[in-house]
């Protein structure tokens, strides 16, 4: 029973440590807003004033400075449990925090797992809407729910025989996890690991309009290739689901990208930024 609580106890600090990670970018009463995170030091930009942010996140709650053209200030975020919204409060210079800065994270930033996966417990399919899962399984009438945090999957399974709990642990490109299950209220501590069947990988290969002239896309697995005809644009990325993310780089600059298709892949709605800035301009494409 130790070594099976110890197990659980570190995928639950797996999960406590990517779901506190708030990078992306969100919306809110100031205009967007892209954070940046490292350990539990927080910065960011957003478009208002030329606002600039600097922080300390403790568990759900982010407290530090604001700093704009026009004038600077204290603040405080407290996050909701997934991290993807705040409900906030500013004050001027050294006055408490008391007006409201609320957010919303873009869901473009949440990865999607939908698509066919080979397991131990037989192929099994995922959907997702926002960082809610739910699948099918083809072994003993199998179905899951779940809610994804980061690169990490927890909630229960239902079979015929049983029910229980489970935790899936995604790789890098969420193409494969390494997962435990439990019976009923057990701990999760067995192996249920899962690969995604490349098949389901769209391909998105192709020419495009985009508001950066016509773009013409190859597509490797989920390696995505491209060059565009502005300032001899080249970019490199992976396709997660419907969501590209990647770089760009031109004669005059470089920086990063995220395209988010639609559901055919005829189209995309997109954002670039400069250097290792998040993106937050418009780039949107439309397939020829």
């Known amino acids: 029973m130790k070594r099976l609580s110890i197990t659980f106890y570190f995928l639950m600090f797996l999960q406590f440590c990517y779901s506190q990670n708030l990078d992306g970018t969100y919306t809110t009463d100031f205009n967007e807003m892209t954070l940046q995170q490292s350990g539990n030091k927080v910065t960011g930009t957003y478009k208002y004033s030329n606002g600039v942010i600097e922080g300390t996140l403790n568990g759900k709650i982010l407290t530090g400075t604001w700093t704009q053209s026009n004038g ?15 409900s906030g409060k500013w004050g001027h210079n050294d006055a408490e925090p008391s007006s409201a800065w609320n957010g919303k994270k873009i869901i473009a930033d949440i990865p999607n797992i939908s698509g066919a996966y080979t397991t131990d417990f037989n192929e099994m399919t995922l959907q997702q809407s926002g960082n809610k899962v739910t699948g099918t399984y083809k072994y003993s009438n199998g179905v899951i729910e779940g809610t994804l945090n980061g690169k990490i999957l927890t909630g229960t399974w239902t079979q015929s025989n049983g029910k229980g709990k489970f935790v899936f642990v995604f790789n890098n490109d969420f193409s494969a996890f390494s997962g435990k299950w439990g019976h009923n209220d057990a701990e999760p501590s067995s192996a249920w690991n899962g690969k995604k069947i490349i098949a389901d990988i769209p391909n998105i ?9 016509e773009m013409t896309l190859q597509q490797s697995g989920n390696k995505v290739t491209g060059t565009y005809k502005y300032s001899n644009g080249v970019i490199e990325g992976t396709l997660n689901g419907k969501i590209l ?38 780039w949107n494409g439309k397939k020829l």
């Open 72 to 86: 600077k200030g204290k603040f405080v975020f407290v996050f909701n449990n997934d991290f993807s919204a705040f």
């Open 205 to 213: 290969s192709g020419a495009y309009t985009t508001d950066f002239n």
């Open 245 to 282: 993310t990647g770089t760009w780089t031109q004669s005059n600059g470089k920086g990063k990208l995220v395209f988010v298709f639609n559901n055919d892949f005829s189209a995309f709605s997109g954002k670039w930024g400069y250097n290792d800035a998040e993106p937050s301009s418009a």
